[in-house]
């Protein structure tokens, strides 16, 4: 393959916008590089038109001197939970499959107005339920890493892992994700590539298939910090058909991106030091640390005391939310439709929701209804409202004493596809580092730290104060340029 397929965004930008080489050589290179790495399942569909047409406007563009956009000239891989207009959209469900928008969500309409390209649908875990994309009806997704000396599939993460994976195997320069409850950071830090989830509210959710309405965040995924923060100002701005789209003006993140952070106060959580977690994450944090220091920062002790108590919450309102947002799919107006013979239109709806979604999915709408029904409500998420205001709280109260706190990204590395599928609540464990943020709306990146005794990529997690996405790409710029990540997959395509 042509190095193109070695670059990220700013490379391919400014590299197309110098005419150091086209668009097109760009997009071609990439939609090769998708077709020979299906073993990956990265992809759901395959858009190489898309990417072509793009590139083509892009270089017409260029030619007649135009400003090319913030993202010209770049390809990227669209999560399967956006909606794009005339390219079938599922969420990794059946009851979805064949199911073509008329619209195109925010997010996506806004990454093509600045010039990029679509390379195609990538895999994700089903309604973005899952912490290893497992859970999708398109098959599992693996991860281009392997543990050293094994050859079994690695999970790449989710549920953004075919975002993770085709970013990490280097068959597109970035891809969206979203983020409910870990969603960008967890597999980012599986696959040793950067992902940053903006404070709730900076993109828009139209568009984007609903799981849980109060905590969906969509965001960059991509190689580098400089990369994730010009992807996010194309992704993010205040869009009216979104009622919880914040109306702010996007700052020039890429513009301000700064590794010195004299003056600079970096909070340690002490409840992050978790028993189960692996000693390889926990000296990678001792790493992150003296690296922030270099940098010019303070590191200060902070305490979130109601840490503990924020994964519990977090699988009451999210499947609570999911829940109701979920029962729209009844095979009626779209999607998967069967009508056993002679049935009424309560078979109808129990016939098409058996049929359509995975277990996974069942079983977050059996706690959602669960939570929600009238002798539990108060019992249990009236409980977990209390406990998210408190998560909250303990932010606020730590940002008093630092701008940006550090932490593992997860308290393991990834593991074997098949390894955890037993075991629910283990699996769920996976987000417990990156939920606590999710719950309180804050911006929250995983940037790659090192690789672990096994060969596989460990994350360090940046989370800020409301708004402040730049002090969290600053820090995390910090650490990408002292741990120099050089690591790569043992077969990239
Ligand atoms: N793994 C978490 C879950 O399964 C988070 C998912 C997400 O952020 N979309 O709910």
Not at 292 to 310: C, F, M, N, Q, W
Request: some cysteine; aromatic content about 8%.
């Amino acid at each position: 393959m042509t190095a193109y397929t070695q670059l990220g965004v700013k490379d391919i930008r400014d590299g197309v916008a110098s005419g150091d080489f086209t668009a097109r050589e760009v997009a071609e290179s990439f939609n090769a590089a998708v077709a020979s790495a299906a073993e990956l399942n990265a992809f759901i569909v395959t858009t190489p038109d898309h990417a072509l047409t793009a590139a083509d406007a892009v270089d017409a563009k260029r030619a007649r001197g135009e400003d090319l956009g913030k993202m010209g000239g770049v390809p990227i891989g669209m999560k399967d939970l956006f909606a794009t207009k005339g390219v079938q959209t599922t969420a990794a469900s059946h009851i979805l499959e064949g199911f073509k928008p008329e619209y195109e969500s925010t997010v996506s309409q806004k990454l093509w107005d600045a010039g990029a390209g679509m390379l195609g649908k990538l895999n994700l875990d089903q309604f973005a339920m899952g912490s290893s994309n497992e859970t999708s009806y398109f098959g599992n997704v693996s991860s281009p890493w392997k543990k050293d000396g094994t050859n079994a599939a690695m999970s790449p993460g989710g549920s953004s892992g075919g975002s993770s994976s085709a970013v990490a195997a280097r068959i597109a320069p970035a891809a969206t994700g979203t983020d409910t409850g870990g969603s960008i950071r967890q597999p980012a830090a599986f696959t040793g590539i950067c992902g940053i989830k903006p404070t709730y509210g900076r993109c828009s959710r139209w568009g984007v298939v609903a799981f849980a309405s109060s905590l969906d965040q969509a965001g960059p995924m991509a190689r580098s910090v400089e990369d994730c923060a010009i992807m996010l100002e194309a992704m993010a701005g205040f869009d009216p058909k979104d009622a919880t789209s914040l109306q702010m003006d996007v700052p020039n993140w890429e513009a301000t991106l700064s590794a010195d952070l004299k003056g600079k106060k970096i909070g340690i959580p002490r409840e992050y030091r978790m028993d189960g977690t692996d000693q390889a994450i926990l000296d990678s944090w001792e790493q992150g640390k003296a690296m922030l220091r270099d940098a010019g920062a303070e590191i200060v002790d902070v305490s979130l005391p109601h840490t503990k108590y924020a994964l519990p919450a977090y699988y009451i309102i999210a499947p609570a939310e999911a829940s109701s947002n979920l029962a729209r799919y009844d095979g009626v107006r779209y999607g998967l439709r069967d009508l056993p013979d002679g049935a009424g239109l309560q078979d109808m709806y129990a016939a098409i929701r058996a049929a359509g979604f995975g277990d996974e999915v069942k079983r977050r709408v059996l706690i959602g209804t669960y939570v929600l029904s009238a002798g539990f409500y108060d019992a249990y998420y009236t409980q977990a409202q209390k406990i998210r205001t408190l998560v909250a709280q303990d932010f606020e109260k730590a940002f008093a004493e630092c701008d940006v706190i550090l932490a593992p990204t997860t308290p393991t590395a990834s593991f074997p596809l098949g390894s955890l599928n037993e075991d629910p609540l283990t699996m769920y464990l996976n987000d417990v580092f990156a939920v606590p943020a999710s719950l309180a709306g804050l911006p929250a990146m995983s940037v790659p730290a090192t690789v672990n005794p096994d060969g596989l990529p460990l994350g360090l997690q940046l989370v800020g104060r409301p708004f402040d996405e730049q002090g969290v790409l600053n820090a995390g710029l910090a650490i990408q340029q002292r741990v120099g990540f050089e690591a790569q997959p043992e077969k990239w395509w």
